[in-house]
């Protein structure tokens, strides 16, 4: 230590003031609020305490409707404020593993259903030059409309709106907006066939 007591001198010092600023700047976008609603409800074992799931997202800031129905764990991250960004209907299931990336608004609608492990993304990149292919992060939204069911390990990507009473294949990648009580599946994602 200095005479002064109060920091390392030396190389010592200087590792650890970077250790300190890099700590800083890493905890600059911690949300505890967010960490601690949604981190203790992923502590909780899938399928079992659905109502204490919910209340721990609600006071992580996620609007949630009445009767929804989370099945077990959850990423939610993008941005400042993400859970701000992300709004699940009345009467929905979102099963466990679903990772939302909420960089811009996520809404579902009433009545969706989400598979186990499903993504949605709303961040993406331009297009870069050679020398590096993921140019600046865009992000937009993404809507799932009411009565929509999401197989599990769907992917859905930024921009995207499933049409109400569509239903997205198990292991889909979602890249263009699918229409109203229509069946779409495969990489990426093409109509199969329309729905009754």
Same mark, same amino acid.
């Given at each position: 230590?200095?005479?002064?007591?109060?920091?390392?001198?030396?190389?010592?010092?200087?590792?650890?003031?970077?250790?300190?600023?890099?700590?800083?700047?890493?905890?600059?976008?911690?949300?505890?609020?967010?960490?601690?609603?949604?981190?203790?409800?992923?502590?909780?074992?899938?399928?079992?305490?659905?109502?204490? &799931?919910?209340?721990?997202?609600?006071?992580?800031? #996620? !609007? +949630? %409707?009445?009767?929804?129905?989370? /099945?077990? @764990? =959850?990423? $939610?991250?993008?941005?400042?404020?993400?859970?701000?960004?992300?709004?699940?209907?009345?009467?929905?299931?979102?099963?466990?593993?679903?990772?939302?990336?909420?960089?811009?608004?996520?809404?579902?609608?009433?009545?969706?259903?989400?598979?186990?492990?499903?993504?949605?993304?709303?961040?993406?990149?331009?297009?870069?030059?050679?020398?590096? &292919?993921?140019?600046?992060?865009?992000?937009?939204? #993404? !809507? +799932? %409309?009411?009565?929509?069911?999401? /197989?599990? @390990? =769907?992917? $859905?990507?930024?921009?995207?709106?499933?049409?109400?009473?569509?239903?997205?294949?198990?292991?889909?990648?979602?890249?263009?907006?699918?229409?109203?009580?229509?069946?779409?599946?495969?990489?990426?994602?093409?109509?199969?066939?329309?729905?009754?």
């Amino acid at each position: 230590m200095s005479s002064t007591g109060s920091r390392p001198s030396g190389p010592v010092g200087s590792v650890a003031t970077r250790v300190i600023v890099a700590a800083a700047d890493e905890l600059r976008s911690w949300q505890p609020r967010l960490w601690a609603g949604v981190g203790l409800a992923n502590l909780l074992p899938s399928y079992t305490l659905g109502r204490a &799931r919910l209340a721990l997202w609600r006071l992580a800031g #996620v !609007t +949630v %409707g009445d009767a929804t129905s989370l /099945g077990g @764990r =959850a990423w $939610i991250a993008g941005g400042s404020r993400p859970a701000s960004r992300l709004h699940i209907g009345a009467d929905c299931f979102i099963n466990d593993g679903c990772r939302f990336d909420v960089s811009a608004e996520v809404r579902l609608e009433d009545g969706v259903y989400v598979g186990h492990d499903v993504a949605v993304l709303t961040a993406t990149h331009d297009l870069g030059d050679s020398s590096r &292919r993921a140019g600046s992060v865009v992000s937009e939204p #993404v !809507t +799932v %409309g009411a009565g929509a069911w999401v /197989g599990a @390990r =769907a992917t $859905i990507l930024a921009g995207v709106t499933i049409g109400t009473g569509a239903v997205v294949a198990a292991g889909a990648v979602v890249v263009d907006s699918v229409p109203p009580s229509t069946l779409v599946g495969g990489v990426p994602a093409k109509v199969i066939r329309e729905l009754d």
